[in-house]
RNA sequence: GCCCGGGUGGCGGAAUGGCAUACGCGGGGGACUUAAAAUCCCCUGUCCUUUACAGGACGUGUGGGUUCGACCCCCACCCCGGGCACCA
């Protein structure tokens, strides 16, 4: 009797595994392909539980596949480049380059403790050249494209670190590290990644993926999109020729607008101000609303400020007269940074008309309630169904809808405005001053301006020992040996970017290069990558439903016109799970509430820890860390373990019951239990693994057939061994994707050699699956009322007429008369009386 | 405010419109043991009737609806979680 050892079977597997070469995939046209794919882990501290689930459920399903006899691409790597690594050796001195390397190494250890079926062939990590040398490559292509291009744009600036921040670093409008330092917006050069000229294609495109990704993750993209869709129209400044566009959606209640309002940072605002009647004291308030920087939280709270600049503008349908206010509400970033504001008909400029007594006028009465006064209205009617327009000139009596249609049309052909779709969308920044990332591969030459560096001189390598300490200009400009290069058009002495990569830029595109991950002529084979693609399953947190996944799907279609690929989206169905929580928040170093992971693995083994993962909670939960409920995993694996072994010596010679000629109806009453209840089992949790991923209501099955073995001891006696085996080895062979290596040696003690993978999922046998006898529920009234076995095969008019026939259920109806039966076969039957 | 999720025993959670609470945890009782641990067996939604055997009523956030039948579908509401948010 043996006991079981976690710790030397699943060391022992691992090494079985990796001598074999049981996880390697390449492109093979003979097999059907599987990709699957989790998203790459930021090698940063130790890995605790929380980290493992993604990897859990990525590597169950792959091994699954395996067994289905899929090829499967299971590749591991390192999103290696960012800011934890560049403070590390501003902090303690350590150059990042060594502690991601460390890092990497402890992720790996663990990553290999949980004998996760990767490729490790295939495994790359973005912050070697081998690697970013492709970033490089894409942003030269980008740039002849004109998808790449330079201009001015505000970054959040420290003061104090003379540097600048990214967004998450800017707490309460403060820099996270001088609470008391307000950050500045300041204007500089910076990179971008034209992805607007996408925004159309990317929400189009998800018809071809709505199928496989969580309706949430596609609404977040959606809304981060924003199209909508309007006009744009021209009022002309009154006594003068400048003329103030604004973006409006409403262009039907344009008869209602009262005031035209511009951004604090519209270009005009100055002039107006320079040539009205402005007084020193609204060149005040223009400076403080400018300033201002509103912390993220205060934004939709923030009172509505603004005041009159003295100038008026023309409405260009109806010739009125309306004053023009600055407002601090209006988005220089959105539309034109300049709107008509209709208050009667919008909820933001009814706020500010209130407050500053601006007339309301109301352009379009509500078909279903009262007809609304400007003067007394308390909410404006903003809805554009169930309208019609009123004191709008010829556009009385239209529905806001027809309204909009014509009088854009109208505006369009007497030149004053043209139908325009906006986005929120804005183009990706991509540079970072700051030194571990990808340089940008670009030199400026004195003569010959801007000039990218030749494909030949790829990559543009990081230069080690660079002075890390923060001058308020990207470090490599303080690397002179980096910065100073000849220009390479003409050879005068020219300067090198000095900005690097976003790390989103490494992540767009990585699950490519594990297709190929050596090829050092381009990013990758086309054909390879024709082979794998699209990636069959994608699974990751809900964190990256935006960025990432837009900028993955945004980097598909530049390949594609660019002639690398010939899909549209590069992920077909995408799973985010949940996370894993202990104390009722996420495993954080910084809460000091993880569970480690290696500690996890050597006190009860990683099957235990796989087990738990994914038995406590369904896979897209939230899952609470319960050291109670692991208990019981470890606990299952042991009786598992000891069942298997009691019976391993006396089944081992025994050859496997084999389906040919087998008759279950000649089978033996424990015999037909067991053999039902297994492949009962097997349909429902292939259906789990391969639709529903209810990895949870897997587990609990095949603990239920434990339980049923368990309950039909002694197996001894009253059953071919032949059988027993049968379901022995069914039973382990579904529980494999989950407890891997438990499994592997349950089956070779049961006298199996070569491996589960090469042996694969079980058969499943619907004859073997069904049951002689159904107990057939009894509802009267919809009630319970009593239950009866009955053999299988009986026609609805017969179940119906047994039923009624028994005198359990004939004393119940005590002779009233049914007004309807119902029966499901194999189910129930309900029997309703008149009341 | 808008858009998604979700609300089931003491807890994590099961349930193609068909026996609600599978499976696990916890709890109670028992066996084994000198004892404990481990292991094994039994019980474990609430209330009521009954000496007992049994039986009944209620029960999936609340209120309605559809249906022979609703955790599941529809409507309204409450609560919790998440995302977005002056986007004109």
Known sequence: MGQYDPRAIEEKWQKVWDEQHAFYADADPARPKYYMLEMLPYPSGTMHMGHMRNYTIGDAVARFRWMRGFNVLHPMGWDAFGLPAENAAIQRGIDPREW???????????????????????????????????????????????????????????????????????????????????VEAREIEQWFLKITDYAEQLLADMKEIEDGWPERVLTMQRNWIGKSKGARVRFRVEGSDETIEVFTTRIDTIYGATSVLLSPEHPL??????????????????????????????????????????????NPFSGEKIPIWVANFVL?????????????HDERDFEFSRKYNLPVRVVVQPLNSAPLNGATMSVPFSEHEHGTLVGSGPYNGLSPDEAIEKMTADAEARGFGNAQI?????????????????????????????????DDQLPVKLPEKVDLVETGKSPLATAPDFVNVKCPKCGEMGRRETDTMDTFVDS?????RYCDPHNDKAPFDEEIVRHWFPIDQYVGGITHAILHLLYSRFFTKVMRDIGLVKINEPITRLFTQGMVQKGGVAMSKSRGNVVGAVEMAEQYGCDTGRLYTLFAAPPEKDLEWSEQAIEGCSRFLQRLYRLVDAQAERLRGVKSLSYDGF????????????????????K?????????????????????????????????????????????EMMVLMIAPITPHISEELWEMLGNSGGIIKYGWPDYREDLAAEEEYEIVVQINGKVRAKLMVADGQGEEELRQLVMADPHVAALIAGKSPAKVIVVPKRL????LKS
Request: glycine residues 6%.
């Open 508 to 512: 767009a595109w990585y699950f490519y």
């Open 100 to 182: 991601t390397r460390l890092n990497i190494a402890e992720f790996k250890r663990v990553l290999k403790r949980f004998g996760f079926s990767y490729d490790w062939r295939k495994e790359i990590s973005t912050c070697e050249p081998e690697y970013y040398r492709w970033n490089q490559w894409f942003f030269l292509r980008m740039l002849e494209r004109g998808i790449a291009y330079r201009k001015k744009s505000r970054v959040n600036w420290c003061p104090k670190c003379q540097t600048v921040l990214a967004n998450e670093q800017v707490v309460n409008g403060c820099c996270w590290r001088h609470e008391d330092t307000l």
């Open 663 to 682: 008759d279950i109806s000649k089978a033996t009453l424990k015999e037909k239990i067991l053999l039902r209840k297994a492949h009962q089992t097997l």
């Open 422 to 454: 906006t986005y929120r969308l804005k183009d990706w920044g991509i540079s970072r001053q700051r030194y571990w990332g990808t340089p940008i591969p670009v030199i400026y030459c004195p003569k010959c301006g801007m000039l990218p560096v030749p």
């Open 684 to 728: 429902r949790i292939t259906r789990d693994f391969e639709q529903r991923w209810h990895f949870n209501a897997s587990v609990a099955l095949i603990m239920e057939l434990f339980n049923g073995l368990h309950a039909q001891e002694p197996l001894s006696e009253g059953a071919n061994p032949a059988v027993i085996k049968k379901v022995f």
């Open 829 to 832: 039957v309900n029997i309703v």
């Open 269 to 314: 605002v100055p002039k107006l101000l320079d040539s009205g009647s402005a007084s020193a004291q609204d060149h005040a308030e223009w400076d403080r609303l400018r300033k201002r920087v509103l912390k993220t939280e205060e934004i939709a709270t923030a009172e509505k400020e603004g005041f009159f600049t003295g100038r008026y503008a023309l």
């Open 332 to 344: 220089a970033e959105y539309g034109t940074g300049a709107l008509m504001s209709v208050p009667a």
